[in-house]
């Protein structure tokens, strides 16, 4: 299929999904989308909610093993979108170079369409930094860490890499320098990983990989009873 084509059906599935979307109850499904997905488009928004309602972070081939260690599973289906291009041309009346502007089509898959890579950091993605300070910051500090049955150091920070749990070195890392709540929150994330998903617990529950982040996501799964350390 020509770069023409491609974007020729591109440009009909958008219009569909624009008719769809803005004529049915699908319309609360698309704000979810655009929600999540900040740096992306309306159109593209659209794209990726006709193609895949649940989405919740997308990313190109490469990127998701490079940047999460993650790869896309076997058969899955790419998401289309458009991306802008940029290239220079000599103006032929003032010799000067300008910068023109083409779209292209290009591919996407979301979370849920990619397993992680076997004895790799789990990195989280998709979530901005938090910001602000919390009450009897360093207390509450202690009191998570002790709760952690792996050793916590802090390292610089590598990317959008905020921290990760290392399963064959069984340590937590957490990047130095973010916000008090950042750090707090990373911190529960990494301990909920290091127990639920260390090699034991993992093959004891046959836990699936696509589900760790899932589970990663509420640190009440990881039996913290903070309560013991604030009376």
């Not at 020509?2 to 704000?31: D, H, M, P, W």
């Not at 490469?62 to 599973?73: A, D, E, H, Q």
């Not at 937590?172 to 127990?195: N, R, Y």
Request: glycine share 4%.
């Amino acid at each position: 299929m020509t770069r023409k084509e491609q974007l020729q059906e591109i440009e009909e599935r958008l219009k569909n999904g624009v008719e769809e979307y803005f004529t049915s109850e699908k319309y609360a499904s698309l704000l979810r989308i655009m929600s999540k997905f900040h740096n992306y488009s309306f159109n593209n928004c659209i794209l990726i909610a006709t193609q895949c309602p649940q989405a919740s972070f997308v990313t190109g081939y490469s990127n998701w093993k490079t940047s999460f260690n993650r790869i896309v599973k076997r058969g899955e289906k790419a998401i289309r979108i458009i991306a802008p291009c940029t290239y220079t041309k000599v103006n032929e009346e003032t010799g000067e170079e300008e910068k023109r502007i083409f779209f292209r089509t290009t591919s996407v898959f979301d979370l849920s369409q990619t397993i992680q890579i076997p004895n790799t950091e789990e990195v989280q993605f998709g979530i901005e930094e938090l910001t602000g300070n919390v009450p009897d910051y360093e207390r509450l500090l202690n009191a998570i860490i002790a709760t952690s049955t792996c050793p916590v150091s802090y390292t610089k920070p590598k990317g959008s890499v905020k921290g990760y749990y290392a399963p064959l070195e069984k340590k937590i890392v957490v990047c130095e320098g973010m916000s008090e709540l950042q750090t707090i929150k990373t911190l529960l994330h990494e301990i909920a990983h290091s127990l639920l998903h260390n090699p034991e617990e993992m093959e004891e529950r046959k836990v699936r990989r696509d589900t760790k982040e899932v589970e990663a996501l509420y640190p009440c799964f990881c039996n913290v009873d903070l309560l013991n350390y604030f009376p």
